[in-house]
């Protein structure tokens, strides 16, 4: 999974998109069933407050890989932040597609159609 996110992170710098199958890349922990590569992830919940809700986003959260390559992070170091920031529950998921829209939290986005792709 780690050379697989370096690939991500080298051809953003790069600017080799053509190297990518998807617009948007992001790296989540995914707390459910496991997964493979190729199925969609679910669609995220809102919250409010400090409270999940029953409400579903339009897509699946997940931390914009494209933001932190541009910052020069590691594959390393943007997989420590995401265990930070969810505490480190489940299985570390790469997704992607092709639409986005921005999340309310630090370097969130909200993946349409997300799908597992390492």
Request: proline letters at 0%.
């Amino acid at each position: 999974m780690k050379e697989f996110l370096t690939k991500i992170i080298n051809a953003i710098r790069e600017d080799d998109f053509d190297v990518l199958d998807y617009n948007y890349y992001g790296v989540r922990f995914h707390r459910d069933e496991i997964l493979s590569v190729g199925d969609t992830l679910y669609c995220s919940k809102v919250w409010v407050d400090g409270n999940m809700t029953d409400e579903l986003l339009d897509g699946t959260c997940a931390i914009d890989i494209r933001t932190l390559a541009e910052k020069d992070w590691t594959a390393e170091e943007i997989i420590d932040f995401v265990d930070q920031y969810t505490y480190g529950h489940g299985e570390v998921v790469v997704c992607a597609g092709n639409k986005m829209t921005w999340g309310e939290d630090r370097y969130e986005i909200v993946i349409e159609n997300a799908v597992k792709v390492a």
